[in-house]
């Protein structure tokens, strides 16, 4: 499998898990599963490099530089699964999985030029051709959400295009265009996607305990991140999960810039199960449909050029 098609199954992932976000969110009394997608995204990346021989990854590697991959991992880390996760938590259940993932379209602007700066990748003209129509689509799904303004008759109460939701989606698809660029920046010194994900999972993890501690005390803390079990809590954790795990088999085989572009897929397939199961939020049924077209028009490009 290519690094294109692990990228595209990860926005499948992704698109499961932001409409789970919303639909966990009124029954939460902790976090909303924030920390238990991370810790579940440390439990697979873990078994998953045990399980293909990883104990000896970085065996060829001089300490220094072994360890300096560890260090890139665990930026990346928090900038994905700490700040990154949060932040998209935060904003998915304010301004809905559509207009999240929407916002979250910005990372491959973010990432053009984090790649160029840290990597040095330029783009090649198909990635561009594909991108260019990926995007379009995406654009003509954009203008309909924002400019919608009669919301269904069963979208969820606490759903609305507020400012500081906008804001928390905008910093999330910020902080995932620098974890893209470090995670191939770390995949450059140590091409191990699964010990990866496992050291910036764990990373996350250790980010969002502290954070937690140090707003609620020890107590509360803990209890702030581990009460929320629900069905719809670990729908969203496996998701995520799923998620970046894929993301990171992608990047070791495809460039930044086009997994960080068949991400913008994700919206296509929250609206599709939000259209055909959920119903919680105002989708546009046309706009959709060619939005569809054109993003399958760029994925099969990046896949198949």
């Not at 700040?83 to 053009?112: C, D, H, K, N, S």
């Not at 905008?170 to 990866?196: E, K, N, Q, V």
Request: glycine share 10%; proline share 5%.
């Amino acid at each position: 499998m290519t690094g294109e098609a692990f990228a595209v199954l990860a926005a499948l992932a992704y698109g499961v898990a932001g409409v789970a976000i919303v639909q966990g969110r009124p029954i939460a009394r902790g976090d909303n599963g924030v920390f238990l997608s991370v810790l579940l995204t440390a439990a697979l990346s873990c078994l998953l490099w045990l399980g293909w021989g990883g104990t000896t990854t970085g065996a060829q590697l001089a300490p220094r530089d072994l360890t300096g991959a560890i260090l890139i991992f665990a930026v990346a880390g928090i900038c994905s699964n700490g700040i990154g996760r949060q932040a998209m938590y935060w904003a998915t259940e304010r301004i809905g999985a559509v207009r999240a993932g929407l916002l979250r379209r910005l990372t491959p602007l973010f990432v053009l030029p984090c790649a160029y700066l840290l990597l040095g990748e330029v783009p090649a003209p198909n990635t561009l051709l594909g991108s260019a129509l990926v995007l379009a689509g995406v654009l003509i799904y954009v203008l309909p959400q924002t400019r919608a303004a009669t919301p269904a008759p069963n979208t969820l109460p606490q759903i609305s295009a507020n400012p500081f939701g906008l804001l928390l989606g905008t910093l999330s698809a910020l902080a995932y265009a620098l974890a893209f660029a470090f995670r191939g920046l770390g995949l450059d010194i140590l091409p191990d996607p699964t010990f990866g994900a496992m050291i910036g999972a764990f990373a996350g993890a250790l980010a969002l305990l502290a954070l937690a501690l140090a707003r609620k005390g020890l107590r509360d803390g803990l209890r702030h991140l581990s009460r929320d079990r629900q069905a719809a809590h670990w729908l969203t954790a496996l998701g995520l999960s799923a998620g970046q795990i894929l993301q990171f088999f992608a990047l070791h085989s495809a460039p930044v810039v086009s997994v960080a572009l068949l991400g913008t897929l994700e919206v296509m397939f929250s609206a599709a199960i939000i259209l055909l199961i959920t119903k919680g939020e105002t989708v546009a049924l046309r706009p959709l449909i060619l939005a569809s077209i054109l993003s399958t028009a760029g994925t099969a490009i990046l896949l198949f050029a």
